[in-house]
């Protein structure tokens, strides 16, 4: 940050809230948290009336799997304690950057404590001069980012100039920090071939044809990557698909096989997590770490997420210093001409959408 921009800062109270899915807490939580998680319309988009009482079914349908895959991780979510050790961070970056500022760190989840509209409480009674809306999704979708500011729009009523980020693929600490994890990954292959999957979460095709740039940033922070690290055998492909419609492709599970057909294992990367929870060490983890056994996709290793990687932590610190001084809603940077406009990741303006 240079010293007219911390100048310009200086003695403000800042509030950063950091957005994301949220996870249940315990066995009595999974329930809820799945009927939240499904009752939201950006999940389901249809009305009220019939969204409603479909997302009593499903959540009803799934209380017991998705409660036998948290007893793999200890009977609830990590990704609450995950993000607190973000929040920390972060929150010590800022205030090395400008001592000058009170800078507090928030954090509001869509689907389970801390709430958004608690959050909002909280961040009121700070009484910001301003507020910066940070999502852990570092590609913007309709279905994550842009339902965690809709709900934040409609809880906050206190004071202070908002400020949101709206996406972020190819910030250079982002890079960073999933090349410097990718590398230390495929070491553990001791020469083995290995095919790089960078394996985001699915979302329904239709979104991606109306517009929902997420296909683009995930493809955008792909090529940054592989840019970075020089690697010729890769693909991209998406997991954690639910219900009939047809999902972006191929499925990691696809991919998996493939690789075993073609006599390689892999490394597979959460190239759109930030935080280890149930898509990584489950899913990732156990799930497609059996199915690569069975088709002899070996090794199968996968990269962490880059939860508290010092060059992570960086990135997000620069977003909230360029959202300080851009109004409204943009990607990190965009004042500088940002990932959405360098790259052309974000046909439909995900600073509008959001």
């Known amino acids: 940050m240079t010293q007219t921009a911390e100048n310009n800062r200086a003695g403000r109270r800042v509030a950063v809230v950091l957005t994301n899915l949220g996870g249940p807490d315990g ?50 979510s990590p990704l609450l304690p995950e993000t607190l050790k973000q929040a920390a961070a972060l929150s010590q970056r800022l205030t090395d950057a400008a001592p000058g500022d009170e800078t507090e760190v928030f954090i509001a989840m869509r689907y389970w404590h801390p709430f958004t509209e608690d959050t909002a409480r909280a961040v009121a009674e700070f009484q910001p001069d301003h507020v910066v809306l940070l999502p852990l999704y570092p590609q913007f979708s309709t279905t994550t980012t842009a339902s965690s500011l809709k709900v934040w729009r409609e809880a906050y009523k206190g004071p202070g100039e ?22 230390e990954t495929m070491d553990r292959a001791e020469g083995q071939p290995v095919r790089v999957l960078f394996s985001a979460h699915g979302i329904p095709e239709k979104l991606v044809v109306a517009g929902d740039p997420y296909q683009a940033q995930v493809e955008a922070t792909v090529a940054a990557v592989v840019a970075r690290m020089g690697l ?34 892999a490394v597979v990367v959460p190239i759109a997590f930030v935080s280890e929870h149930i898509e990584t060490l489950v899913e990732l983890d156990h799930e497609y770490g059996e199915l690569a056994e069975q088709v002899g996709c ?25 959202a300080l001084e851009t109004p409204g809603v943009a990607p990190q940077g965009a004042s500088k001409g940002g990932p959405c406009a360098r790259l052309k990741a974000c046909p439909a303006g995900c600073s509008k959408a959001a």
Request: glycine fraction near 10%; aromatic fraction near 8%; hydrophobic fraction near 45%.
């Open 27 to 76: 066995p009595d939580a999974v329930k809820p948290f799945l009927f939240n998680l499904f009752n939201d319309p950006a999940i389901i988009g249809l009305p009220g009336i019939v969204r409603t009482p479909l997302a009593r079914l499903i959540s009803s349908r799934r209380e017991k799997s998705a409660q036998a895959n948290y007893a793999r991780m200890g009977g609830g």
């Open 232 to 265: 010729t055998d890769w693909s991209i492909c998406y997991q954690s698909r639910v219900g009939p419609l047809k999902w972006l492709g191929p499925a990691t599970p696809q991919a998996i096989e493939q690789a075993g057909r073609d006599g390689v294992g």
């Open 162 to 183: 908002v400020h949101a980020v709206c996406c972020y693929p190819d910030a250079e600490g982002l890079i960073e920090a999933q090349a410097r994890l990718i590398r």
């Open 298 to 322: 070996a090794p199968y290793l996968r990269a962490p997420a880059v939860g508290v990687e010092p060059a992570f932590i960086a990135a997000l610190a620069q977003a909230v210093e360029a």
